[in-house]
């Protein structure tokens, strides 16, 4: 009896929160999908009517849609391999006794407290500007004409940009990962004299496995929404992804019908995406 007052008291003193949290998340969403069934467009705010799925069409196909599918897939598949990657890597050689151990770490770690906004103007001014720019100043120094980085490879640029910023993260968190390797297994693996390499592809690996696919699902959420870095370096043009389209098609078409069905169908991947990597996930855990 006293157990089911305690649940029921419970329950009680968590509905507001529950009940706020529901309306914060579903009167925004319900909005978009009313919107998203309406030709609403803010330079002709009169001829506002019902048109049903007409904007989802449009905006499926829409010239622009394919290429910004493409982008978002090649960007966020790039960006996950060189974090990954080069996660690990650093991960094994922060595990390293070296000299500087702690003030390292601190350094690998700070590009993931840069906002977004910052870390692109920065590369975009300071790193790859093809007169100014650190990029630049080398290639003049070895003899070779500069490289106009967002001119001629937009989507590399924002490639490098963004896995420059996620790599601290996944970095953190495959070395926080690799610091729980039994040390018994390292030193019987010395003490057989097996290979750093056998020793790396047979225990590291295999260790940093769960490490690596929560990396990949959380890495993946946020990476189908990049927007800051593509705005602010100019790219949306030609690396634009399908977060920079919805932007384009509100702001810059003022269209609020086909921005809303754009928003619908970004929410509707993103989610397929989250199932796929939670259910990757959870059979990894169960192994």
Do not use: C
């Not at 008291?9 to 909005?31: D, E, F, H, K």
Request: aromatic share 12%; net charge neutral.
């Amino acid at each position: 009896m006293a157990t089911r007052q305690m649940t029921t008291v419970g329950r009680i003193a968590t509905a507001p929160s529950i009940i706020v949290l529901l309306i914060w998340m579903i009167v925004p969403l319900a909005m978009t999908i009313w919107f998203s069934l309406q030709r609403y467009n803010l330079l002709y705010p009169d001829r506002r009517g019902f048109v049903g799925f007409n904007n989802y069409v449009y905006f499926l196909t829409d010239p622009a849609f394919g290429s910004a599918l493409a982008n978002t897939l090649i960007l966020v598949g790039a960006v996950l391999a060189i974090t990954i990657v080069g996660g690990i890597l650093i991960a094994v050689l922060l595990d390293q006794p070296i000299f500087g151990r702690g003030i390292v770490r601190l350094m690998v770690i700070a590009p993931f407290f840069v906002m977004p906004t910052v870390s692109a103007l920065i590369w975009k001014n300071l790193m790859m500007h093809p007169v100014s720019g650190i990029f630049a100043w080398l290639a003049k120094l070895v003899g070779l004409q500069p490289f106009d980085w967002f001119a001629n490879a937009p989507l590399l640029s924002v490639i490098l940009i963004v896995a420059w910023q996620w790599l601290p993260f996944a970095t953190l968190i495959l070395f926080t990962a690799l610091q729980s390797l039994d040390p018994e297994q390292r030193e019987a693996a010395e003490m057989d004299g097996a290979p750093a390499l056998s020793f790396f592809f047979h225990i590291t690996l295999p260790h940093l496995a769960r490490a690596i696919t929560v990396v990949i699902l959380i890495e993946t959420i946020f990476l189908l929404s990049v927007f800051a870095e593509i705005f602010v370096t100019g790219t949306g043009g030609s690396a634009g992804n399908i977060a920079f389209l919805v932007y384009a098609k509100a702001l810059l078409d003022f269209n609020v019908g086909a921005a809303s069905a754009g928003g619908i169908v970004a929410v509707i991947l993103a989610n397929i995406v989250a199932i796929f990597l939670v259910r990757m996930i959870g059979k990894n855990l169960e192994a």
